[in-house]
């Protein structure tokens, strides 16, 4: 609002003043851009929006009964209640339950609905297309399995309907891409474990990130998980050493079963197992 055009509001005169009624006495400019206090009979009453103050031409000296306050402090409740929304959208795009919470954690109840209703039919809220959007980062950027996604959408409070449609902005291409980058990743990081291991490990982790059966399957058809036999032979030497000093109190066959055990349990062939206990009985026997 300029300058010019307040000041005339301001100064204006009511005519015909009901001095049962209070009238305002005061319209002061607060530090917040767009915002006015309102006095009424020389006392602070209440806060209100500049484009409510133009729409109702408020001016000093006009009377204010009891109904038209409550039309005012209405309106300005939804006007508060509708910018801290679009102030919360222009962070990125929010489902209606995310607007519908973050109206409450300002405790904009009463107004939430009428807000929800305003954002919709202006196209800042639509729910379908938040969940497409979400699908598409998700797959495009985070390499999540499509399990996770659908969970993620159902606690932003998206409908089934538009979680299944959203769900086609994930090709099943796209879905074993991800699986077989995450379980390169997976491989990557087994070196010291034995091949039926790291295959328990890569399963675990394509579940967890949301993969289903199918894509699981697929993956694995395409990425080698089968150590070499010195791949392998390695992977036993470092683990079997780490038993091996941490079983340093027992001698003779019962530490002998007890690593024994703890390869088998880490997934080692039995062969392989022997071989290794032989070497360590070898290095005990020249020590």
Request: hydrophobic share 30%; no cysteine; charged share 35%.
């Amino acid at each position: 609002m300029t300058d010019d055009l307040l000041k005339k509001i301001i100064s204006s005169k009511s005519t015909a003043p009901d001095e049962s009624l209070p009238k305002i006495t005061k319209i002061e400019t607060q530090k917040r851009k767009g915002r006015y206090n309102i006095y009424l009979d020389e006392s602070y009453a209440f806060p209100i929006d500049e484009a409510i103050l133009v729409k109702h031409a408020l001016y000093k000296g006009m009377i204010i009964s009891e109904d038209f306050r409550e039309e005012l402090e209405s309106e300005d409740g939804f006007r508060k209640a509708y910018t801290r929304s679009l102030n919360y959208l222009n962070y990125g795009l929010r489902s209606e339950k995310e607007v519908r919470d973050d109206l409450a954690k300002h405790e904009f109840f009463d107004v939430a609905d009428e807000v929800i209703e305003k954002l919709e039919e202006q196209g800042y809220l639509d729910d379908l297309m938040y969940a497409e959007s979400f699908t598409r980062t998700g797959a495009n950027v985070g390499g999540k399995g499509p399990r996770v996604i659908k969970q993620e959408l159902k606690r932003r409070g998206i409908a089934e309907e538009n979680i299944e449609k959203a769900s086609e902005q994930y090709s099943f291409d796209q879905m074993v891409e991800n699986g077989v980058q995450l379980a390169e990743k997976v491989i990557r990081r087994s070196s010291q474990h034995s091949t039926r291991e790291t295959n328990n490990k890569l399963r675990q982790n394509l579940m967890q990130k949301g993969f289903d059966s199918d894509i699981i399957t697929q993956v694995l058809e395409e990425v080698t998980v089968e150590k070499e036999e010195n791949e392998e032979y390695a992977a036993i030497k470092s683990q079997g050493d780490k038993i091996w000093r941490k079983q340093a109190k027992l001698k003779g066959y019962k530490k002998i079963q007890k690593v024994k055990s703890s390869l088998f349990q880490k997934g080692f062939a039995g062969d392989l197992i022997n071989q290794f206990i032989e070497e360590k009985e070898m290095e005990d026997q020249d020590e």
